[in-house]
């Protein structure tokens, strides 16, 4: 596949071994490690047509958190040298925790969000768009339409030109989709379903101990977990 189709984004997503990770690519029907599609969960009062419909985009994702939104390589610059680049930036970051996740709403979508607020996740975050910022490729006049819904605040509508997405910097909040978008009436449903199907998963901290490259082969392609780049001193783990 040429370079130039694929795109890369960078999250957290929980190491495949983690109960969180178990779960939550059950739930949306896809481990992203592998690639291999799991038959959709089966929840009291969901269909599993319904199940598979409303974690559909979701799905195409992954279980993950971005940190930096998908986006395509800059003039001059490789995957290799990306790589690189990340495994340094996440010697430079010592591992911590985030507290329980909550089920909150985000634009319409169900998500997992920490419970309170956490400064060292925030600081990552903008990190990770600054410094591997020369990686991106600047957006076109016709994606900047596409993401320019109107609707932004004059910070996002800032970020949006100057970053190449409009939630980041103060503007960022972390979350992990569960959904895709709900009307009022599957809200409530979904949020049960969600709660009861992760259950005793969301009273349990999260160590953040790893920065994952997702990549996105082709347009349109399901992303998938590249490497995982431990923050500390140990080397990329790349994917087989």
Same mark, same amino acid.
């Given at each position: 596949?040429?370079?130039?189709?694929?795109? #890369? =984004?960078?999250?957290?997503?929980?190491?495949?071994?983690?109960?969180?990770?178990?779960?939550?690519?059950?739930?949306?029907?896809?481990? @992203?490690?592998?690639?291999?599609?799991?038959?959709?969960?089966?929840?009291?009062?969901?269909?599993?047509?319904?199940?598979?419909?409303?974690?559909?985009?979701?799905?195409? #994702?992954?279980?993950?958190?971005?940190?930096?939104?998908?986006? #395509?390589?800059?003039?001059? %610059?490789?995957?290799?040298?990306? +790589?690189?680049?990340? !495994?340094?930036? =996440?010697?430079?970051?010592?591992?911590?925790?985030?507290?329980?996740?909550?089920?909150?709403?985000?634009?319409?979508?169900?998500?997992?969000?920490?419970?309170?607020?956490?400064?060292?996740?925030?600081? *990552?975050? $903008?990190?990770?768009?600054?410094?591997?910022?020369?990686?991106? =490729?600047?957006?076109?006049?016709?994606?900047?339409?596409?993401?320019?819904?109107? +609707?932004?605040?004059?910070?996002?509508?800032?970020?949006?030109?100057?970053?190449?997405?409009?939630?980041? %910097?103060? $503007?960022?909040?972390?979350?992990?989709?569960?959904?895709?978008?709900?009307?009022?009436?599957?809200?409530?449903? !979904?949020?049960? $379903?969600?709660?009861?199907?992760?259950?005793?998963?969301?009273?349990?901290?999260?160590?953040?101990?790893?920065?994952? *490259?997702?990549?996105?082969?082709?347009?349109? @392609?399901?992303?998938?977990?590249?490497?995982?780049?431990?923050?500390? =001193?140990?080397?990329?783990?790349?994917?087989?």
């Amino acid at each position: 596949m040429s370079s130039d189709q694929q795109r #890369y =984004a960078i999250s957290f997503t929980p190491a495949p071994h983690e109960a969180l990770g178990i779960v939550g690519a059950s739930w949306v029907g896809r481990n @992203a490690f592998s690639g291999a599609s799991i038959e959709p969960p089966m929840i009291g009062g969901l269909s599993l047509a319904e199940t598979s419909f409303h974690t559909a985009l979701p799905r195409r #994702y992954g279980f993950q958190g971005m940190l930096k939104s998908p986006f #395509y390589l800059a003039d001059g %610059m490789s995957e290799a040298m990306l +790589l690189n680049a990340l !495994m340094r930036f =996440a010697t430079g970051w010592q591992p911590f925790w985030l507290p329980r996740l909550k089920v909150v709403q985000r634009g319409g979508i169900l998500a997992f969000a920490p419970a309170v607020a956490v400064p060292e996740l925030d600081d *990552l975050a $903008a990190a990770v768009v600054c410094e591997l910022d020369p990686f991106r =490729a600047p957006l076109s006049e016709a994606e900047l339409e596409r993401r320019d819904t109107g +609707l932004l605040s004059p910070v996002q509508f800032t970020n949006l030109h100057r970053w190449g997405q409009p939630d980041v %910097m103060s $503007a960022f909040s972390f979350h992990i989709p569960l959904t895709g978008p709900l009307d009022a009436r599957e809200m409530a449903r !979904m949020e049960r $379903a969600v709660s009861e199907f992760f259950g005793p998963i969301l009273q349990e901290p999260v160590e953040f101990e790893n920065i994952a *490259l997702f990549v996105e082969e082709e347009p349109g @392609a399901p992303f998938c977990v590249h490497s995982l780049h431990p923050m500390g =001193a140990l080397p990329a783990r790349k994917i087989a």
